[in-house]
T-cell receptor, first 111, second 113 residues
Framework: SQTIHQWPATLVQPVGSPLSLECTVEGTSNPNLYWYRQAAGRGLQLLFYSVGIGQISSEVPQNLSASRPQDRQFILSSKKLLLSDSGFYLCAWSVLRDTIYFGEGSWLTVV | GDSVTQMEGPVTLSEEAFLTINCTYT??????LFWYVQYPGEGLQLLLKATKADDKGSNKGFEATYRKETTSFHLEKGSVQVSDSAVYFC????????????FGTGTRLQVFP
């Protein structure tokens, strides 16, 4: 069966520090991969999605970037965190025309 | 562009009350529709889905019917429990657009004994 792993689960980082959140999917090939963010008191916002290795689409301009170095690995990064980057980050995957499945999320607090 | 509109929360109910959470959508093409649930401190879980008009998705006593004529996908449950307290997200996925999910803002449900 397919599983998705996302880490770290919680992270407290100072303003200006770098960020790396990692996500891997097991049990499927060539999935679509997504990064979503849920800011405090707000809904879910799609940040990035990827349909294949090295193919990244950004939904909103921001301080973050994403990379897909392997078929089932998706990384969310920042060179310098801002206070406004705080939130709950969710990695997700899907196979074309099927349901999207989410990881357990990563809580990021920028201080 | 495509969008989803959910009723504002929080929704506060007593145990065994009837629940309705409204959801309407705007989309080109023929989207699939979903309800996801987020329990406190956890990620999102798929609750139910419907892929075409007049389909009814159901799970754990929750139901939602895909209404193309009113562009709606309202979530209902006949008798809520305290354990149903969570945030509920309505979402759509347009198969013609890489299957990205577009979410509503979420509706918090609080059920009291």
């Amino acid at each position: 069966s397919q599983t998705i792993h996302q880490w770290p689960a919680t992270l407290v980082q100072p303003v200006g520090s770098p960020l790396s959140l990692e996500c891997t999917v097991e049990g499927t090939s060539n999935p679509n991969l997504y990064w979503y963010r849920q800011a405090a008191g707000r809904g879910l916002q799609l940040l990035f999605y990827s349909v294949g290795i090295g193919q990244i689409s950004s939904e909103v301009p921001q301080n973050l970037s994403a990379s897909r170095p392997q078929d089932r690995q998706f990384i969310l990064s920042s060179k310098k965190l801002l206070l406004s980057d705080s939130g709950f980050y969710l990695c997700a995957w899907s196979v074309l025309r099927d349901t999207i499945y989410f990881g357990e999320g990563s809580w990021l607090t920028v201080v | 562009g495509d969008s989803v509109t959910q009723m504002e929360g929080p929704v506060t109910l007593s145990e065994e009350a009837f629940l309705t959470i409204n959801c309407t959508y705007t989309a080109t093409g023929y989207p699939s529709l979903f309800w996801y649930v987020q329990y406190p401190g956890e990620g999102l879980q798929l609750l139910l889905k419907a892929t075409k008009a007049d389909d009814k998705g159901s799970n754990k006593g929750f139901e939602a019917t895909y209404r193309k004529e009113t562009t709606s996908f309202h979530l209902e449950k006949g008798s809520v429990q305290v354990s149903d307290s969570a945030v509920y997200f309505c979402a759509l996925s347009d198969p013609g657009n890489t299957d990205k999910l577009i979410f509503g803002t979420g509706t918090r449900l609080q059920v009291f004994p």
